[in-house]
């Protein structure tokens, strides 16, 4: 199966004898939802910034869909690859949301008369067809981050990075950018997503999940197994999802309960 | 420091093309000593309504009295000075109100500016006319109360982590000992356990006497930790309650777009089929927990 990205024996250091990474590896497969879970600091949005050539490695392999990340081919490798940042605010550019998802395309030069029906096209998969002509400030940030979302995918990434995209945003924010990722998973199948997160109810939609600590790989399994290290996981800071934490703690009160699903817990306490 | 607010109204830009009404009438009391969550969409004036309790805005009409002090417009303030007694109106300076009403923005950490940790927490202080002495003093206490190590102080804040660079910006503003602190959003973007930590150093403040007024959107924050709730929706109170009532009211919760906390709407299941636990007492999962035992011992 082809590879969206392959890290070997990767490390990197903003200041001298600190290290971020030392000796980091991993690999993502095309089509692929994998998230990074780690707390603030843990190094994950770093390695965001090193797939795409924002940040350089001091040695080690990045390869993304094959191609080595070498100044030869780091455009080639980006053209291929959309990043959401955290912040709403910060990846505005246009002066209306129409404007917004043009700027890639004016970029890579589509001629002037295709762009219209493709930022239609793009605005409307993310639920904003309505809102073309609106001006930035009076969209709220999951609807900033939903036209991000379309900016980008006017670009036919092969691969999309999610770097904390959603934590700025309020709840409905929140739900607003999940729902449109499981649209994204439904409509293409062989798109990758990398989102990087500390969010551990946002973890559980993906098929895999990479805990990350002191820029090491500490987990890396289906979300299910994942969450079965309660203690592991609240030692570096993350927290685990609300079933997995009653289960455990009735299970020390001595009341063990043999399911992780709400409704069967329920049966199962009040027989 | 009580605060009331008597008909409050706030319009943005008012008189030009781009008028918008933020606040409508707005009649608030809050006590001393309470821990009250705002909670409401974005751009439903939760944000203006908070700047109005530092005289950040002033009211297009209406008045917010903060323990005694007025904050009005300039022509309503200058009307009501009048009707005062030389006295009295020594006790109106909006001055007194900064100095005890603190205020930390969303994302405050954007706004560190000295060279040092140190510096940038002791500029309050020193602003508001304390030695240097003193404000380094104060400065040392608050920093130490947020938990950032003796050996940042003399670090730029901006070598700081993200969630080291927002407790040196909270220390900033509780370096002056307000006796109301409002926050807004003062957990977004913050890891779980960077949560929870933010979150008890306002508990330990709130338990100290200090009246916490805290924007937010995590319904588990409201649920454990909130005296009162405050639902705001395009510039109007819609609701005001206690933390429980909130997530018995279906209505309210659909209009907020929130799920209940977890924790809340399966101790409401194990209700609903038959367990005897008592919701109020419900506010995280250990307490849950605590409950489904209590419970159960009952049975046998």
């Not at chain 1, 490798?77 to 940042?85: A, C, K, L, Q, Y």
């Not at chain 1, 609240?234 to 997995?244: A, Q």
């Not at chain 2, 439903?44 to 530092?54: A, E, P, Y």
């Not at chain 2, 957990?187 to 930590?197: F, I, M």
């Amino acid at each position: 199966m082809e590879k969206a990205i392959e890290i070997t024996s990767l490390e990197f250091e903003y200041e001298k004898d600190s290290k971020v990474f030392s000796d980091l590896s991993l690999s993502i497969q095309k089509g692929e939802y994998v998230t990074l879970l780690g707390h603030n600091g843990s190094g994950k949005s770093t390695l965001a910034r090193l797939i795409i050539g924002l940040l350089e490695a001091k040695s080690g392999k990045i390869e993304v869909f094959g191609k080595e990340l070498n100044e030869e081919n780091i455009y080639a490798i980006r053209s291929n690859v959309g990043i959401i940042f955290q912040n709403p605010d910060n990846q505005f550019i246009g002066s209306t949301v129409a404007d917004d998802i043009a700027f890639g395309l004016e970029n890579h030069q589509v001629p002037h008369d295709e762009m219209d029906s493709i930022i239609k096209k793009y605005a409307s998969l993310v639920g904003m067809e309505d809102f073309l002509d609106k001006e930035p400030t009076s969209l709220s940030g999951g609807q900033k981050q939903r036209v991000a979302i379309a900016g980008v995918l006017a670009m036919h990434p092969s691969l999309i990075i999610m770097d904390e995209s959603t934590s700025m945003l309020d709840p409905r924010g929140k739900k607003e950018i999940r729902d449109v990722v499981k649209k994204l998973r439904n409509e293409n199948k062989d798109l990758t997503i990398l989102s990087i997160t500390h969010d551990v109810e946002e973890a559980f939609d993906s098929d895999r999940i990479i805990v990350i600590s002191n820029g090491k790989i500490m987990f890396n399994d289906v979300p299910n197994k994942i969450f079965e290290h309660e203690k592991e996981l609240l030692n570096i800071k993350l927290d685990i999802p609300f079933v997995y934490k009653l289960r455990n703690g009735l299970k020390t009160k001595g009341i063990d309960i043999d399911s992780l699903d709400e409704k069967e817990m329920v049966r199962l306490l009040c027989q | 420091m009580p605060i009331k607010f008597s008909h409050l109204n706030y319009v943005y830009s008012k008189d030009t093309p781009l008028e918008t009404a933020a606040l409508h009438d707005i009649n608030l009391d809050i006590i001393d000593g309470s821990f009250v969550c705002l909670v409401g969409h974005t751009g439903s004036g939760k944000s203006t309504l908070i700047q109005h309790i530092n005289a950040l805005l002033t009211p297009t009409s209406g008045s917010v009295d903060v323990n005694g002090i007025k904050v009005m417009n300039k022509k309503d303030k200058k009307g009501f000075l009048k009707s005062l007694s030389k006295e009295e109106r020594k006790h109106q300076n909006i001055k007194e109100i900064r100095k005890n009403v603190g205020l930390v923005f969303q994302f405050p950490e954007y706004q560190l500016f000295e060279e040092t940790v140190l510096k940038d927490v002791s500029f309050g202080p020193k602003n508001f006319g304390f030695s240097d002495e003193e404000a380094i003093k104060k400065a040392k206490e608050s920093l130490k109360l947020v938990g950032i190590d003796e050996s940042l102080y003399d670090k730029s804040p901006f070598e700081l982590s993200g969630g080291q660079r927002r407790r040196v910006a909270i220390a900033g503003i509780i370096s002056l000992n307000p006796d109301i602190l409002i926050l807004d959003e003062p957990t977004a973007g913050l890891d779980p356990q960077g949560s929870n930590e933010m979150m008890e150093l306002f508990n330990i403040l709130y338990k100290n006497g200090t009246t916490i007024i805290m924007v937010t959107h995590d319904m588990d924050i409201v649920i454990k930790y909130a005296t009162d709730v405050i639902v705001l929706k395009k510039g109007d109170i819609i609701l005001e309650c206690k933390p429980h009532s909130l997530f018995l009211n279906d209505e309210i919760l659909k209009e907020l777009c929130v799920e209940e906390p977890k924790p809340i709407s399966f101790a409401k299941d194990l209700i609903k089929n038959g367990m005897k636990i008592s919701l109020e007492n419900v506010k995280d999962t250990d307490t849950l927990i605590e409950e489904i035992c209590k419970a159960r011992v009952k049975y046998e």
